[in-house]
């Protein structure tokens, strides 16, 4: 920390230094025409001899990364959004007074730049300065070249460092914001219309999740932050919109891990006239669509030392199938409550008094099965019990037309075909209500509004969500969902 302040003293005295000899540390108004991407693409195969005999003036802005002095010249590397260049700074090119600014510069510093391109000894494409002006300070250094950012934690709270000096972590974000793209225009092509829907709502659903309470003074009345766009997506169906999706944050009270983050961004569309067996094909095209944007065509992705196959079709499971075949757990000990309670709490699950033979078994689904999911796999049929808002199966009322899809070990999209008998959801919903009168925290509220919308006739649909989030971890290899978005959420810095 001494070391620290030392250096910032430094600096801060070189700052008052530069202002008080008249040079600006914070100008504008200085447009940058170029990019050092383009000069990349373009002049990379330049040869020294070609550069020369038709050289071109580039006016390029960036972050000092590097300074190198030389007596009357100096080297430094710059950093902008696209890439970083080698400048070549002589004092007989730029004249005495910039020549006695640059030599005042720091790493950290952003600069503006124009000059022409020519190749060192070294061949390295470079920009020969012949005007320089600073356009920011830097007063905090950045970490050290060679040893960079490494602490996690200050990785996820310093992200604007991060990714200055951390061109992996620029990139995995620059593959999110192609995916997200992707995404859009993915369903967009297929007539989905993006709509936006209230990110705070008087009753929380669409999900088993405790939600954030907040507080509205002028209405005065109690507000939730939305843990799914799922009840009023559907609303939209029932008010003629046939396809539509949402691409947004949802908000859950819950712990934070590597797979969870209490704000996190979800995908939500909904299709009439669909069922979920019909999603389940347009997952498997959506995950194509992906590869050829960021994975370069290739269905075979690598995560975690993982080779992760996406060339459909997908394997495909019944629940209960899944816990016998990959899970190992005797068929004749899931057909009863007392025998599943038996091989869960076998398996170190707490169970509750107010969880029924479903819930059982979708809990020891997590850790019997979904582990072992590391190929792409569809799981369907889900109880009734944890599926208040999915149609029930013709063939058998006690699951549902419901799949979630795993890979990697962990769930990426869950999806159904949807109840839109106003009677049963109201069952439905009355059954969760007297989960939470026993205790389960988690459980949905009562949507009288929503059985209303229902009562005017949804048309049978199917919808699905799926987590950005967890797509981007898969498609960057990162172990972390902190890796994937921008400002996670962390506990409060410790103050020194």
Same mark, same amino acid.
Request: aromatic share 8%.
């Given at each position: ?55 071109? =003036? ?124 992707? +995404? ?71 712990? +934070? ?71 190992? +757990? ?12 038996? +091989? ?6 707490? =169970? ?145």
């Amino acid at each position: 920390m001494e070391d620290l302040n030392i250096v910032m003293r430094e600096r801060l005295q070189k700052a008052e230094e530069l202002e008080g000899s008249g040079v600006p540390l914070y100008p504008n108004g200085y447009p940058v025409p170029h990019h050092i991407k383009d000069l990349l693409d373009g002049y990379a195969d330049k040869s020294a001899e070609e550069l020369e005999a038709s050289p071109e =003036t580039f006016t390029v802005a960036g972050r000092i990364l590097s300074l190198r002095s030389f007596g009357k010249s100096i080297f430094m590397h710059v950093l902008d959004a696209g890439g970083r260049v080698q400048l070549y700074v002589q004092q007989n090119q730029v004249g005495k007074e910039t020549y006695a600014l640059t030599k005042k510069l720091d790493i950290g510093d952003l600069v503006r730049v124009t000059g022409t391109l020519f190749r060192t000894r070294t061949n390295e494409l470079t920009l020969l300065v012949r005007e320089l002006r600073l356009l920011t300070k830097n007063l905090r250094p950045l970490p050290e070249k060679y040893h960079g950012l490494k602490d996690v934690e200050i990785r996820y709270r310093q992200r604007y460092v991060d990714l200055i000096v951390n061109e992996p972590v620029r990139e995995a974000f620059r593959k999110r914001a192609t995916i997200v793209q992707t +995404v859009r225009r993915f369903l967009s092509e297929r007539d989905f219309l993006e709509v936006e829907t209230p990110m705070m709502q008087a009753v929380p659903g669409g999900a088993t999740a405790k939600p954030f309470k907040t507080f509205h003074n002028a209405l005065n009345m109690e507000l939730f932050l939305r843990i799914a766009p799922e009840l009023y997506l559907k609303r939209l169906l029932v008010g003629g919109f046939e396809r539509v999706f949402e691409l947004n944050r949802n908000f859950r009270n819950e712990g +934070v891990s590597t797979q969870h983050n209490p704000e996190f961004t979800m995908l939500e569309f909904y299709q009439a006239y669909a069922t979920y067996e019909d999603l389940m094909q347009l997952t498997e095209e959506l995950f194509g669509v992906l590869c050829d944007a960021v994975n370069g065509g290739s269905r075979l992705v690598t995560y975690q030392d993982m080779t992760i196959d996406l060339k459909p079709p997908w394997r495909r499971y019944r629940l209960l199938d899944s816990l016998v075949e990959v899970g190992e +757990v005797p068929r004749e000990a899931l057909e009863h409550p007392e025998h599943t309670a038996a +091989v869960a709490r076998s398996m170190g699950i707490e =169970t509750k008094r107010f969880e029924g033979h479903g819930k059982l078994l979708t809990k020891i689904f997590d850790v019997a099965v979904e582990p072992k999911l590391i190929q792409p796999t569809f799981i369907s049929h889900y109880p009734l019990e944890v599926s208040p808002l999915s149609r029930r199966s013709e063939s058998d009322p006690a699951v549902t037309d419901r799949f979630e899809l795993f890979i990697a070990g962990r769930e990426m999209a869950n999806a159904f075909s949807e109840l839109n008998d106003p009677r049963d959801q109201r069952e439905r919903f009355l059954l969760q209500l007297q989960a939470r009168q026993e205790g389960d925290e988690e459980a949905h509220f009562m949507d009288e509004d929503y059985i209303r919308a229902l009562e005017y006739g949804m048309p049978p649909a199917a919808g699905e969500g799926i987590g950005i989030d967890r797509v981007v971890m898969l498609f960057t290899d990162s172990p972390s969902i902190r890796d994937v978005i921008l400002f996670p959420h962390l506990r409060p810095e410790k103050k020194i």
